[in-house]
């Protein structure tokens, strides 16, 4: 599908806020003070309008002008994987019996988001020397452990939750019941 000029975005736009007044192009003409012939080639994206055309569009539909811009500049980057399909990967824990799954690529954001599903089977070793940029959040799926952050060791267990400042030292450390499984979702700043 091609990409929509600003014209046609801000037209759409238009035509969604109205129609979800449930007025006519008619009534918003009259209300904006602009002919409905103007208003039907901003709808149908056939001209530019100026700013102050738009602010009284936007006043009329009682918007902010904003929000009249919402489908042109819009990301829609998207990433699926499907289960037990994520990428395995090679961390620092992998030498510990680790096992890493990669459930998401990163976007074309200002921020970079590592979701990861971390596996301890039997016969994995602790590993409490992770240290990187950025905060961490660990969701318990199975089993239970204890999970250091700095000075402190947190007994985690189904459902339990832990987010943290992951430049500090941290990782399991006590491993009460193997296998385990948890959710871990690294986000920090891209460079």
């Not at 987010?163 to 193997?178: C, I, K, N, R, T």
């Given at each position: 599908?091609?990409?929509?000029?600003?014209?046609?975005?801000?037209?759409?736009?238009?035509?969604?806020?109205?129609?979800?007044?449930d007025i006519t192009s008619a009534e918003l003409a009259a209300t904006a003070r602009i002919s409905p012939g103007m208003i039907s080639k901003i709808e149908n994206g056939q001209i530019s309008s100026?700013?102050?055309?738009l602010t009284a569009i936007a006043s009329a539909l009682n918007v902010p002008i904003a929000s009249l811009f919402a489908g042109y500049d819009d990301r829609r980057d998207c990433s699926f994987v499907k289960a037990g399909q994520g990428a395995a990967t090679e961390r620092r824990g992998t030498k510990a019996g680790h096992i890493y799954e990669l459930l998401a690529q990163s976007l074309g954001t200002d921020v970079a988001m590592?979701?990861?599903?971390?596996?301890?089977?039997?016969?994995?070793?602790?590993?409490?020397a992770f240290r990187h940029s950025g905060v961490e959040m660990i969701y318990m799926l199975s089993g239970s452990v204890g999970y250091r952050h700095a000075d402190k060791l947190y007994h985690l267990e189904p459902g339990d939750?832990?987010?943290f400042d992951a430049s500090v030292q941290h990782g399991p450390e006590e491993l009460y019941a193997l296998p385990m499984s948890y959710l871990s979702i690294i986000v920090y700043p891209k460079e």
């Amino acid at each position: 599908m091609a990409s929509l000029t600003v014209e046609q975005a801000i037209g759409a736009q238009i035509r969604q806020h109205r129609k979800r007044l449930d007025i006519t192009s008619a009534e918003l003409a009259a209300t904006a003070r602009i002919s409905p012939g103007m208003i039907s080639k901003i709808e149908n994206g056939q001209i530019s309008s100026s700013l102050s055309t738009l602010t009284a569009i936007a006043s009329a539909l009682n918007v902010p002008i904003a929000s009249l811009f919402a489908g042109y500049d819009d990301r829609r980057d998207c990433s699926f994987v499907k289960a037990g399909q994520g990428a395995a990967t090679e961390r620092r824990g992998t030498k510990a019996g680790h096992i890493y799954e990669l459930l998401a690529q990163s976007l074309g954001t200002d921020v970079a988001m590592e979701p990861f599903l971390i596996t301890l089977p039997e016969g994995a070793a602790p590993y409490s020397a992770f240290r990187h940029s950025g905060v961490e959040m660990i969701y318990m799926l199975s089993g239970s452990v204890g999970y250091r952050h700095a000075d402190k060791l947190y007994h985690l267990e189904p459902g339990d939750t832990l987010y943290f400042d992951a430049s500090v030292q941290h990782g399991p450390e006590e491993l009460y019941a193997l296998p385990m499984s948890y959710l871990s979702i690294i986000v920090y700043p891209k460079e």
